[in-house]
């Protein structure tokens, strides 16, 4: 997990280099942002109602880089926001601790008047935390297992900016940590919460409501086609002995462009796992460990990123699990057809895995 962040790290100043070094019409803006956040734990399982009624608080600081100019707006139809997010939290429960976020995020930014904007918001990163399962130490945490997991957080805000400098923020937000399937316990925790921030730039970053130039839709009718290889190192419990088995396999999407901002994508997935396989041997059950999946879902398109949520269903391999499963990724497109990225795969609230991949466009407009 530590990699995929220095991924995420590493792509987000490349991308703000490239913009740096274009003209200074098209530059990224920076800002500082602090918020303080306040939520409750959402017992999910019967296995860890020992967190109900936990309502954990904190505070985040992030660093911004923002367009602000008509050729973004015009591109995208918002104004398009990435930042690197550092956050505190208590969880105001002795089982789960304390834990610290470290994120990239992603902001669209829509005007709704000349001072107030709305933005959906996606954080996807890493979580340090402080007490995870021992069976000694703490034996009754069965939210996380390992002191780094991943972190996950969905949500939407509003702006509102009073002058050149200045502007706070309200949000809401639904965040998650788990494990990817790593170790076991891996039931995650998972908690709402609302935000209050303020946010300074000291050159200015005054968001204005411009006329888009409209263009044609004749430029969206082409598909993209995606082929791609991922896979991961799954680790857990299996009748008391540790186990640690790769799961490898490909996938094939298409995804159609709708405006500048949003696509609409439908997959094909077949992996092999092997931890599967270990799991129901341990159960008595013979299997081969292949699993396949169809999936349906939407990107957001922001420049060399790709923000992806996809639903799916088992073609095969579904055993115990429910039919439906759901898949959360960012991409990051460091060669015009390349594109390397992180997806998580959760059944409900509960992580199954995280994978790398690498994507090959076949077909790019």
């Known amino acids: 997990m530590t990699r995929i962040i220095r991924f ?28 303080a956040n306040y939520g409750f734990v959402f017992a999910h399982a019967k296995d860890v109602e020992n967190t109900a009624n936990s309502f954990p608080r904190g505070f985040s600081t992030t660093l911004n880089w923002q367009r602000t100019d008509k050729q973004i707006l015009d591109q995208y139809n918002c104004f398009p926001r990435q930042s690197l997010l550092l956050a505190f939290y208590d969880f105001d429960n002795s089982i ?13 930014h829509f005007m709704l008047n000349s001072h107030l904007s709305f933005y959906p918001k996606v954080s996807i990163g890493a979580a340090l935390l402080s007490n995870p399962f021992d ?37 809401a937000e639904y965040q998650h940590v788990s494990n990817g399937g790593l170790r076991e316990p891996n039931r995650g925790i998972n908690w709402p919460t609302s935000g209050l921030g303020v946010e300074y730039s ?46 490898v396999g490909i996938h094939f999407l298409a995804s159609k462009q709708v405006s500048r901002l949003h696509a609409w994508t439908a997959a094909i997935e077949v992996y092999q796992d092997q931890f599967l396989i270990e ?10 460990g292949m699993r396949s ?22 073609l095969l391999g579904q055993y115990n699990n429910d ?43």
Not at 219 to 231: E, N, P, Q, S, V
Not at 279 to 288: A, K, N, P, T, V
Not at 355 to 363: A, E, F, G, K, L
């Open 8 to 35: 995420i790290v590493l792509f987000s100043l490349i991308e703000n280099t490239s913009l740096a070094q274009d003209s200074l019409k098209r530059r990224a803006l920076f800002s500082y942002g602090l918020q």
């Open 96 to 108: 789960l601790g304390r834990g610290v976020n470290i994120a990239y995020t992603l902001e669209p």
């Open 135 to 171: 069976p000694s130490k703490n034996p009754t945490n069965n939210s996380y297992s390992l002191p780094v997991s991943a972190y996950l957080a969905l949500g939407v805000g509003m702006r509102w900016q009073f002058n050149r400098s200045l502007a706070i923020n309200i949000s």
């Open 202 to 247: 000291p050159k200015g970053l005054l968001l204005k409501r411009y006329d888009r130039t409209k263009e044609s839709n004749e430029k969206y009718r082409a598909l993209r086609l995606d082929i791609g290889i991922f896979g991961i190192v799954k680790g857990g419990n299996i009748n008391e002995i540790r186990f640690y088995e790769p799961i």
């Open 279 to 288: 799991r129901l041997s341990g159960e008595s059950i013979q299997s081969g």
């Open 293 to 314: 999946g169809l999936l349906a879902g939407h990107e957001f398109l922001m420049g060399r990123f790709i923000f992806s949520q996809q639903i799916g269903i088992y």
């Open 323 to 365: 039919l439906v499963y759901h898949r959360w990724g960012l991409q990051y497109s460091f060669l015009p057809r390349w594109g390397v990225g992180v997806n998580l795969k959760a059944h409900k609230q509960v992580a199954d895995f995280t994978d790398v991949r690498i994507v090959y466009s076949m077909r790019k407009r």
